[in-house]
């Protein structure tokens, strides 16, 4: 099975079936620097919750980031090239995380019971009207409208930072992450191995 978007890792199946996402978001609290988003995906049979997080560079701690470096570390090696699209080593994954806190506009995670399931960055440059949106999610958290709901909070984020459009790039075989990109409303262009998503806002 393959990723949701850009990569997913393999992991033991977790709890019981994903009921729905509830409705309240709570968003109290529109500046970037405080806003920490906390909604509850709940479970069939189940009272426990997913946790979705929205930080900004200035809420992302180092904490953070070695949770992130630890989710790009349980993709097997193959959904690693579907994320980022070249071979990533153990010190690249490490630098990665790392460089999150001073290069991403926003990073979305999912976490349950401790476990970071699912990653979304968003990139927005000054002077730049395109912003730039990465996603991986576990393969054990995938199908639960998760990837769906982090994308979403990313594009209201894009949206606030006055960009006029949001890019992402796959590869061609990355079936579900393309499905993703559509059911977000991206229009899609491929051309050779990659595919490029655009969502003009």
Not at 40 to 69: H, P
Not at 122 to 137: D, F, H, Q, W
Not at 159 to 185: F, H, I, Q
Request: glycine share 4%; net charge positive.
């Amino acid at each position: 099975m393959r990723t949701i978007f850009l990569a997913t890792a393999g992991v033991k199946h977790f709890c019981a079936k994903l009921y729905k996402i509830t409705p309240s978001h709570r968003l109290w609290v529109s500046n970037m620097q405080a806003e920490q988003i906390r909604d509850r995906l709940n479970f069939v049979g189940d009272d426990t919750a997913i946790q979705l997080k929205l930080l900004d560079r200035r809420t992302l701690s180092e904490l953070d980031c070695s949770e992130v470096a630890r989710h790009f570390l349980a993709l097997p090696k193959d959904d690693r090239l579907l994320r980022f699209m070249r071979r990533m080593e153990v010190h690249d994954l490490r630098q990665y995380a790392l460089q999150l806190m001073s290069k991403a506009h926003a990073v979305g995670l999912a976490v349950y019971e401790g476990r970071t399931l699912a990653v979304a960055e968003l990139y927005v440059s000054p002077g730049n009207p395109t912003a730039e949106l990465a996603i991986s999610v576990d393969v054990a958290a995938r199908r639960r409208g998760i990837g769906r709901a982090l994308v979403s909070r990313l594009i209201d984020v894009a949206k606030r930072s006055s960009a006029t459009d949001v890019r992402a790039t796959t590869l061609l075989e990355n079936t579900p992450a393309r499905r993703l990109l559509m059911k977000c409303g991206f229009s899609l262009r491929c051309a050779g191995e990659e595919c490029e998503a655009r969502l003009v806002l």
